[in-house]
């Protein structure tokens, strides 16, 4: 095992090769808080690269309900447990990764699920921890909770299907970090499948071999956001280039989100994959399990993110979301706007920080109907 600086654990780990950073990384902030589960990501994804036989059980893009909404099922409780238990009074990333807790001869602890595991996409939606008693009013955080969260390969810096597959054909890629099989050469081995703690590697039993989120790299190189971005209906994505804390540009809507306001936090950080699509963690649901899953930045997170509203740069930075298919490369706000821009700096998108907001008559007396208020 080689020495490689995992940033978000601040600290050296194993992992199976030196680490080489690509030129830039590609990366995604999903803001959960505005999430509906609607799945039209999932169907983007799915009816524009994986339509084909042998992958109907494949979601490269999949939105499940949290706490009890998983794909494949049980994928992160059963990493988890057995990565064991952890201690929350200490850093989530004081234990082992899951590249130094690995078994002897194996290069990453992980498990393969079973065909069942995939047979319920969308098992556990909208299922909340519990039932209300009745007349009871909800508080902050509230007592019964869920919580979508949308899931892509998060194209790794330290990727652990990369580092598990004996032939060596994933690969990533050194101009913007995309993780990539070569399916010319793979095998079927499904080591990846196994190694990945995520679960977005899928295995086609028709070709024989294994897929991942391609990070929509024909859409990346021409300067466009993917495809499960731009079709977003609820505007939670973001997508784009983020760089290491140490060389953060706060003009870059990535690394302003994660490295400056630190709004937006990696999936599991302490596998120790250093995962690049960040969350932006749910306001309502109880720190503990936020912890957990999105480490010790969630608390500061949340009252950041609460105070948007007296913060004007944060709130042009989220604003963005959803405003233009274009990758943003940088961002600036400029009176009551938000004006984002492409790589060569010209300006791709301008937003308004307040949505027009318009109150209607009660009563339409040209048409002679009553109306509801709409915004
Ligand atoms: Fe590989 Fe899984 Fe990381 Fe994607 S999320 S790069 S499939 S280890
Ligand atoms: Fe699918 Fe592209 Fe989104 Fe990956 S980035 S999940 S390939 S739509
Ligand atoms: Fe390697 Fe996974 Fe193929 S382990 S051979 S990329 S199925």
């Known amino acids: 095992m080689a020495k490689v600086f995992n940033w978000q654990l ?10 080489t950073r690509p030129k830039r990384q590609f990366a995604m902030v999903f803001d959960t808080n505005k999430c509906i589960a609607c799945q039209t990501c999932t169907v983007a994804c799915k009816t524009t690269w994986t339509p084909g036989r042998g992958q109907e059980y494949m979601y490269w893009n999949n ?13 992160d409780v059963n990493i988890l447990e057995k990565l064991g238990v952890q201690d929350q009074s200490k850093p989530v990333y004081a234990g082992k990764t899951l590249f130094e807790a690995a078994p002897p001869g194996e290069p990453v602890l992980g498990y393969l699920p079973d065909d069942a595991d995939y047979a319920n996409p ?8 519990g039932l209300m008693p009745q007349g009871a009013y909800l508080t902050m955080p509230h007592m019964q909770w869920m919580f979508y969260l949308a899931r892509i390969c998060n194209h790794c810096t330290y990727p652990a299907c990369l580092g598990s597959c004996p032939r060596q054909v994933i690969y990533k890629r050194p101009e ?10 793979c095998r079927g081995y499904r080591e990846c499948v196994k190694g990945c703690p995520y679960k977005k590697v899928y295995f086609n039993p028709i070709t024989r071999v294994s897929e991942k989120c391609i990070g929509c790299y024909p859409a990346v190189e021409g300067g466009r956001q993917s495809q499960c971005t731009v079709t977003c209906i609820g505007k939670i994505r973001l997508n784009g280039f983020i760089t290491t804390p140490d060389r953060a540009d706060e003009h ?11 709004v937006a936090l990696p999936l599991y950080p302490q596998f120790g994959l250093e995962p690049n699509v960040y969350y932006i963690p749910p306001i309502h649901v109880p720190p503990p399990y936020l912890i957990q899953m999105f480490g010790h930045g969630v608390p500061q997170a949340i009252e950041t993110y609460k105070r948007v509203r007296d913060d004007k740069r944060l709130l042009g930075a989220l604003m963005l979301f959803g405003s233009t298919p274009e990758i943003l490369h940088r ?10 821009y492409d790589e060569k700096g010209g300006e791709a998108i301008r937003v308004p920080l ?3 907001f318009q109150i209607r008559a009660f009563f339409d007396e040209a048409r002679k109907v ?6």
């Open 10 to 19: 601040g600290r050296e780990m194993d992992y199976p090769y030196e680490g």
């Open 63 to 75: 939105v499940e309900t949290k706490p009890y909404g998983y794909y494949p099922l049980g994928w």
């Open 122 to 129: 969308n098992v556990g939606e909208d299922d909340s921890t």
């Open 176 to 185: 913007d970090g995309i993780v990539l099989i070569d399916q010319t050469r």
């Open 252 to 262: 870059n809507p990535m690394d302003y989100l994660v490295h400056v306001a630190k």
């Open 331 to 340: 961002f600036r706000v400029s009176g009551d706007h938000a004006i984002g």
């Open 354 to 356: 307040t949505e027009p």
């Open 370 to 375: 009553y109306r509801h208020n709409v915004t």
